[in-house]
């Protein structure tokens, strides 16, 4: 059984940042009895009916809510029912957006009552929460292609702490980085010669934690010589994205020299428009080829539609013999308009915003270095593409990628028991609130609670 936890608590030395470990107190609450931030299903039977909402809602003030937050006896039925308000809100402003619908006087002013009430960086889970979607939504009313820009990049500093942190807070990153490596072990077990392209290689983690077990399966023989091609960007970031892949390449370079792991590091860059074309792979032969594509994951940034098809594309165009998916578990485009859409987001990051709260309750300033620097900006990026998605009809975005990888001819390949037990091992370093469940029979899913959050696929194009 090729298990990787080895490297679960400690990260390499690349990448430490921090002495405290991920372990999180337990809890008695039975997480199969799903509570929310706020009970969002109380209104769905009635979520058109939003004019009417308004006049109670803006009754709310920060003064009364620092009242309400004093009020030992009754603090958590105030918080429930301001939060409830703060939903009803958050849907009228994205009602009166819907296209054939629109009252954009009605947006703002909803949002002007909201920036009073919320804010990002105080106040309890749904406020903070209601504050990050309500700047989504006024960036729509603004026509902003986005709700940040390139100016808003936060210091690389603290990027990497708070990407060590939400390591320790959460398990999704290593959930997502320990299934594909433990499917790739599995499938390379006897090969000599092994090459990985990455979809979006980031900061390298994933790959310092396989280098190790490689390097540790067989203590008198060299592993299998890997080989890792990173794609860069082009654009306007090309520049800083061509740097960041060289410099995670020469940290994992200089790491697997340290562990006496065979191991080369590539780079393919991608068309201007971010399209893979296969013909601009190296192939070597006799090397077993893997594709790895993260997708949504919370420290990672939106790739385009376009840009992940070519990906994939490629893959099957190749006939390789493994390719790792992980992506979000929201509504698609073409599940509902983007009311339905933007309600299912909501739903989803309560459930995100909640797992943190228990996982470090008593460490806002982790909690707010992470919502600032990666949960804030997913949030706006959601929103907008969900609404350009809507008035585009961009095909691309319908259905989960794992759906469209089934259409497309891939077959999945079954998750092994080794894998599953690796994953509950993992959540059990963790709040049990987290649970993971095996759909099919190549895909495990992260859930917090009933909510699912992340999934993980394992297919190959190969005949």
């Avoid at 609450?29 to 109670?56: C, G, K, M, R």
């Avoid at 649970?435 to 190969?462: C, D, H, I, P, Y």
Wanted: charged content about 20%; glycine content about 8%.
């Amino acid at each position: 059984m090729d298990i990787i936890m080895d490297t679960m608590m400690d990260d390499p030395d690349f990448l430490d940042f921090s002495d405290h470990s991920t372990t999180t107190p337990t809890s008695d609450e039975d997480w199969n009895l799903w509570s929310p931030l706020v009970d969002l299903e109380s209104f769905a039977a009635d979520q058109h009916d939003f004019h009417t909402l308004i006049d109670d809602a803006v009754v709310l003030t920060p003064d009364q809510g620092a009242a309400e937050e004093s009020d030992s006896t009754g603090g958590d039925a105030c918080d429930d029912e301001k939060g409830l308000r703060l939903v009803h809100l958050l849907m009228a402003t994205a009602e009166a957006l819907t296209a054939g619908t629109e009252s954009l006087d009605l947006a703002r002013a909803i949002l002007v009552r909201l920036n009073e009430l919320v804010s990002p960086t105080h106040g309890t889970n749904i406020e903070r929460l209601a504050a990050h979607f309500s700047h989504a939504l006024h960036h729509l009313l603004d026509g902003s292609a986005s709700a940040h820009t390139t100016t808003d990049h936060p210091h690389i500093t603290d990027m990497l702490l708070a990407f060590q942190l939400l390591q320790d807070m959460s398990p999704s990153v290593k959930f997502a980085h320990f299934t594909a490596n433990q499917a790739i072990l599995e499938a390379v077990a006897h090969e000599k010669r092994v090459h990985i392209v990455d979809f979006d290689v980031t900061e390298g983690a994933q790959w310092a934690s396989l280098i190790q077990a490689l390097s540790s399966k067989n203590k008198n023989l060299p592993g299998p010589h890997l080989r890792l091609t990173a794609l860069s960007r082009g654009g306007a970031a090309g520049r800083r994205s061509i740097a960041t892949v060289q410099e995670t390449g020469r940290r994992l370079t200089a790491f697997a020299a340290s562990v006496g792991q065979p191991f080369s590091f590539h780079q393919c860059r991608l068309d201007p428009d971010e399209t893979f074309r296969p013909s601009s792979l190296k192939l070597v032969r006799g090397e077993v080829l893997v594709f790895n594509c993260m997708l949504h994951l919370p420290h990672l940034g939106f790739r385009a539609s376009g840009s992940v098809a070519s990906f994939l594309k490629g893959a099957k165009e190749l006939n390789l013999g493994l390719v790792m998916l992980v992506e979000e578990e929201v509504a698609r485009v073409g599940d509902a308009g983007f009311v339905g859409l933007f309600m299912d987001l909501l739903h989803h990051y309560s459930a995100v915003f909640d797992s943190l709260e228990v996982g470090f309750p008593m460490q806002r300033w982790a909690r707010a270095l992470v919502e600032k620097v990666f949960l804030g900006p997913r949030i706006a990026d959601s929103v907008a593409r969900m609404y350009r998605s809507e008035e585009e009809e961009e095909e691309e975005e319908r259905g989960s990628w794992g759906e469209w990888l089934g259409a497309a001819g891939f077959r999945g390949v079954p998750v092994s028991f080794a894998n599953h037990c690796q994953a509950n091992l993992l959540l059990g370093l963790f709040n049990d609130g987290y649970r993971v469940e095996e759909l099919g029979n190549n895909r495990l899913v992260l859930g917090w609670k009933s909510r699912r959050l992340l999934s993980a696929s394992v297919w190959t194009s190969g005949s």
